[in-house]
């Protein structure tokens, strides 16, 4: 098997994108979604005074949150505060939920302190319960923004850009890529750029890179539309000492999809590397519908929107997984 080969049967099978596709059931009960007044998009997206308020929520994973309270507590702030990020906003407050052993809350609300005073978001309240059962660690976060990041404005002509922290360290027992040591402080200026390049309109549509890795979270941002994209994976920033395919397959602290008109792709790289961040084109918006990669001389087409989908949202009609 080659190594594209590898990634292609890794995308297929990949437990953080299958997932996805249990949000099939959202249309059935909720209604059908537009993609920015949700759910559907990393945040929902509600007009206010002329600029959006940001909803959302993150529960962290089970085996996460029994092996290390401490970092699911962390976990669940960063990973909202980049779901506003990847929006174009900024954060105004989080609050918790933590269900569990009164050992294990306190070590996660202690992570979601840290995790607070690391990113200068105040934690505003919350639930807490203690019970003798397994723990659960969840967040919600409100942001504002004032011009949107949404992925329902993809569209073919745009180029996809990665933005990463490469400052880190990839953890042995679940897919993570920490740069909450590394970086410490810095993390909060580094979020500050995504409403920075969505205000300055060099950036139209942005996906946090989560659970589903870097190519799982590029089909979830282009179903909004239906668009394809062609990706060359050899352009994708890589850390020192890390496989591509475990790299592809991660969750980083910090790590962006972007989509960027071609004339002021430029200028969108350069506010991500004036920080110090990685920052660079990998690919193009086209249409067809299909999301193919490129590794060297070989090319593979992952998924096909025409007779797959990944969440289903903003379908009513019983969607086809990937």
Known sequence: MTALESIAARFASHHGLAAKAALRMIPGILGPTDWVSGP??????????????????????PPFVAADPYGAGVASVVANVNDVAAMGGRVVALANTVIGPEAALREALRGMRFACDLYGVPMVGGHLSVWDGPASVSAFVMGKASRLLSSS??????VILAAFCL????????????????RGPRLAGDVGVLPAV????????????????LLGSLAMLLEATGAGAVVDLTCVPLPRGVDLERWLFAFPTFGFLLCSPRARAGECREAFRARGLACEVIGAIEPGGCLTVRLGTETATLLDFATATVTGLGDSSEPRPA
């Open 153 to 158: 404005n993809a569209a073919p002509g745009q």
């Open 198 to 213: 969505a205000e300055a309109g060099c950036c139209v549509a942005a996906k946090d890179v989560s659970m589903a890795g």
């Open 40 to 61: 559907g998009d990393d945040t929902a997206a509600i007009a206010s005074d002329g600029g959006f308020l940001l909803a959302a929520g993150e529960g962290m994973f």
């Open 167 to 182: 400052e880190g360290h990839l953890r042995a027992d679940f897919p993570y890529f920490s740069s909450v040591a590394s």
